[in-house]
């Protein structure tokens, strides 16, 4: 069958952007998502219980992405057509592209045109396993705690007060609207973590063992949550997501994934932001940035990068930053000075382009 012969979708259909859930605006919704479109049948989920979804993220995603007085990096067709595709389907989106390129900062266009709260972020080394995106058990503090008090009953009682939920745990409790959560860099993780990860995909949901032993004597547990001061009641040892969240997973292409990971992801290629999108970036963080030239040096900024073989918007960022601190000064000048600062600033990301 080609794959060019178009849409298999009869005429009688209802189409257009209507459907698309996110719009890819960069600004804060007048009306914050309410309710998901039907998932398909085999992404259907039945976590239960109310759980609290925190609406402010402390200025993090204006730190991120700038503040809504403007689209700070409008995304492409193909990015908004992916992300809407990845919450129709319930399944994690794999980001890909150069360091640099606005990957991390969909998850908080994401989160803030639909409402969706503070984004679950969960950098990814090369020493992380699974268990850390899911929970931490401090076994030593809950020991010492208990010797210092009545013993057993004592540390029974107040179990949840060790089990903290990482980011990608506290993404999966029921909650009634989907939480963002940012996988980044998964390319620097071990070389088992993709493969350790499609169960709790598949299923959207996990064990912690450490409650699952107490569960006939003590079934409801408050735990600790990624959130800032959150926590949440987890029954019988077993958090079940009730909507799948909104994943974002971001590589820099350092390695491949394997088939079975990728099976279970959409995925998504991010190309260098252009002029425009460069624009609205500095826009949002600087507004006009008065003093500076903003065109002249984002003309700049892109020669340079193609000339070094690629360079990071945030090297951008720096640039005009510096800058602006210097038309402040009344020192501002693009004179060797200055071109001598932005050689430093805008060095080259790989060894070949030294």
């Known amino acids: 069958m080609n794959a060019n012969t178009g849409p298999a979708i009869s005429s009688n259909s209802s189409g257009g952007a209507g459907w698309q859930v996110y719009q890819g605006t960069g600004q804060v919704a007048s009306s914050p998502l309410t309710r998901l479109p039907e998932p398909p049948p085999w992404r259907r989920f039945s976590g ?3 759980v609290f979804r925190p609406t ?15 689209a700070p990096r409008q995304p492409r067709d193909r990015e908004v057509l992916m992300v809407n595709a990845a919450i129709y389907l319930r399944r994690p989106l794999l980001v890909t592209g150069s360091p640099g390129t606005g990957k991390s900062s969909l998850a908080y266009l994401v989160a803030r045109e639909l409402g969706l709260g503070p984004v679950l972020r969960w950098p990814v080394t090369s020493r992380t396993v699974l268990k850390d995106g899911l929970y931490l058990y401090d076994a030593i503090g809950r020991v010492q705690a208990a010797a210092d008090r009545s013993g057993k009953a004592a540390a029974e009682s107040d179990l949840g007060d060790y089990i903290h939920l990482g980011p990608l745990g506290t993404a999966l409790l029921p909650y009634e609207l989907p939480r963002v959560l940012l996988i980044d860099e998964l390319d620097k993780g071990d070389i088992d973590l993709p493969n350790d990860l499609l169960n709790v995909f598949e299923e959207g949901e996990y064990h912690v063992p450490e409650l699952v032993r107490f569960a006939a004597r003590q079934p ?14 987890v029954r019988d040892g077993v ?4 909507e799948f969240p909104i994943v974002i997973i971001t590589s820099n292409g350092e390695r491949e994934f394997p088939p079975a990971f990728l099976r279970r992801c959409l995925k998504l290629h991010v190309q260098p932001p252009d002029f425009d999108q460069l624009g609205g970036m500095v826009a949002a963080h600087f507004g006009e940035a008065e003093g500076v030239d903003l065109a002249r040096l984002i003309a700049d900024f892109l020669e340079s990068s193609a000339q070094l073989g690629g360079l990071a918007s945030d090297q951008l960022l720096n640039a005009v930053h510096l800058a602006t601190q210097l038309a402040t000064s009344g020192d ?5 000075d200055w071109n ?15």
Not at 220 to 233: E, F, H, N, P
Not at 239 to 242: L, S
């Open 48 to 50: 239960a219980g109310e």
């Open 56 to 70: 402010d993220d402390g200025g993090e995603g204006d730190r991120r992405i700038g503040l809504p007085r403007a």
């Open 220 to 233: 409801d547990v408050r735990v600790l949550t990624a959130d800032r001061g959150g926590s949440a009641v």
């Open 239 to 242: 958090v079940r997501c009730r």
């Open 332 to 336: 501002y000048q693009l004179d060797s």
């Open 340 to 354: 001598k600062l932005l050689t430093s600033i805008w060095h080259p990301l790989s060894a070949d382009s030294q």
